[in-house]
């Protein structure tokens, strides 16, 4: 197996060496119908997943940059919301294996099903800043101090760029189809 160390960010409270996971169904799966009755971009994710890929819904999530876990948290006010102030807790994790997948086509996908895009989320060809790492389990290494501002702020110009990115793979897509 190939251990990473990777980094999570969370508003829980881990002690070191903790393991997390597996779970049934992870707290950022919300796996609700929409009101037109078409599946949840999780849904629609997982029913094209590869065999050969970890499942988004039961899976820990992971980043490359303490950053981007940091920039995540902040720019996902539902965490925000369960407390009245809370921490933003990082953590360098270690897992023994993982999917990497562009964690910017997430809300691309729950705005659509689009099949090209779906296939670069499992199977990236392009070149992403922000890689989410999906495994069963991870282990806490340690806490780490909270990322400076300057840090903050390029981890979201690199989502933004990612984002940018998917929806020109989008058009390029719809256009060719077009044709």
């Known amino acids: ?3 990473m160390n990777l980094y999570h960010g969370s508003v829980d409270k881990y ?3 903790e393991i997390i996971g597996p779970f049934v169904k992870n707290r950022c799966s919300e796996r609700i ?3 037109n009755g078409s599946l949840s971009g999780d849904d629609i994710l997982e029913s094209c997943r590869p065999r050969t ?3 988004r819904i039961d899976s820990v999530f992971a980043l490359d940059r303490p950053e981007y876990c940091y920039e995540y948290i902040r720019a996902d006010s539902k965490y925000l919301l369960e407390e009245s102030s809370p921490l933003i807790n990082i953590y360098e994790v270690v897992m023994d294996s993982s999917t990497a997948c562009p964690m ?3 809300n691309l996908i729950k705005d659509g099903e689009n099949h090209y895009l779906i296939n670069e989320y499992w199977e990236p060809r392009l070149t992403w800043n922000f890689l989410e790492y999906l495994a069963p389990t991870m282990q806490i290494v340690r806490r780490l101090d909270e990322p400076n501002i300057i840090e903050i702020c390029e ?3 690199k989502y933004n760029l990612d ?3 998917g929806k020109k793979l989008m058009e390029t897509i719809t256009t060719e189809t077009r044709k």
Request: glycine fraction near 0%.
């Open 1 to 3: 197996m190939n251990k």
């Open 15 to 17: 002690a070191s060496n």
């Open 33 to 35: 119908k929409k009101p």
């Open 53 to 55: 890929k970890f499942s």
């Open 104 to 106: 910017a086509l997430v």
């Open 155 to 157: 981890a979201r110009t």
């Open 163 to 165: 984002i940018k990115q």
